[in-house]
């Protein structure tokens, strides 16, 4: 029978948080360069009006807005979904960070951790 999983080294541990953080950055990235080809595929040849501030549609500012309006295949909704990796990339680095030190079984540094995440997703659903 096998035990518990080989804890990481240090430099292990950094090289896959490094990973994680390029990949989402990457992602984002990519979404957003797809998101405004069909932006200006679609609006490219329209002559903006900068006497009169736009703001952006009711539908990009919720997530679930987002994410119809990427189903729909709007080039503004896959930019708007590209930022939103881009936000969820750190968050996503703080969760594998907790989930290392686990298995590391360093608990303070779980704990911390843990409380960082928490914070994060609490002031993203107060914002």
Known sequence: ?????????????????????????VLSALIVVCGAAVFLARHGQSVPDYRTFHGEPGDLRSVSGIFGDMRSGSGRGLIQLGLLVLIA??????????????????????????????????SLGTG
């Open 89 to 122: 990339t750190p968050i996503a680095r703080v969760a594998f960070s907790a989930a290392g030190f686990v298995r590391q079984r360093n608990w303070m540094y779980v704990s911390i951790t843990l409380t960082v995440l928490m914070l994060l997703l609490y």
């Open 1 to 25: 029978m096998n035990g518990p999983p080989a804890a990481w080294t240090d430099e292990e541990f950094d090289a896959l948080l490094g990973h994680v953080l390029r990949a989402g950055v």
